[in-house]
């Protein structure tokens, strides 16, 4: 079980940081992400991390402003969003991934507005 929190409302060029955690124990060979669904949209993409957190990738729209890291130790993922746009706002979704699988295991997510 994934569980997001730390979402809210910031104005823009603020920031926000969202922790992930997993009840369940998710390993820690698994490529953790995080994932926003806009009014309208389908979910993307917003940044995911190797297992042992050496290779992160982040969508365009993100790069520069958001950080995606990990504790293995504290079964958490976060996301540490900066320079928050009015278009970051979202539901945001973790999620995590076997090596070689699917996003399959998905939180309730937690939402983030901003506004301008």
């Known amino acids: 079980q994934l569980v997001e929190s730390g979402g809210g409302l910031v104005h823009a060029g603020g920031s926000l940081r969202l922790p992930c955690t997993s009840f369940?124990?998710?390993?820690?060979?698994?490529?953790m992400g995080w994932f926003r669904r806009s009014p309208g949209k389908e979910r993307d993409v917003v940044a995911a991390?190797?297992?042992?957190?050496?290779?992160?990738n982040y969508a365009d729209s993100v790069k520069g402003r958001f950080t995606i890291s990990r504790d293995n130790f504290k079964n958490t993922v976060y996301l540490q969003m900066n320079s928050l746009k009015p278009e970051d706002t979202a539901i945001y979704y973790c999620a995590s991934r076997p090596v070689g699988g699917d996003w399959a295991d998905w939180g309730q997510g937690t939402q983030v507005t901003v506004s301008s």
């Open positions: 369940d124990r998710t390993p820690s060979s698994y490529s």
């Open positions: 991390i190797s297992w042992r957190g050496g290779n992160a």
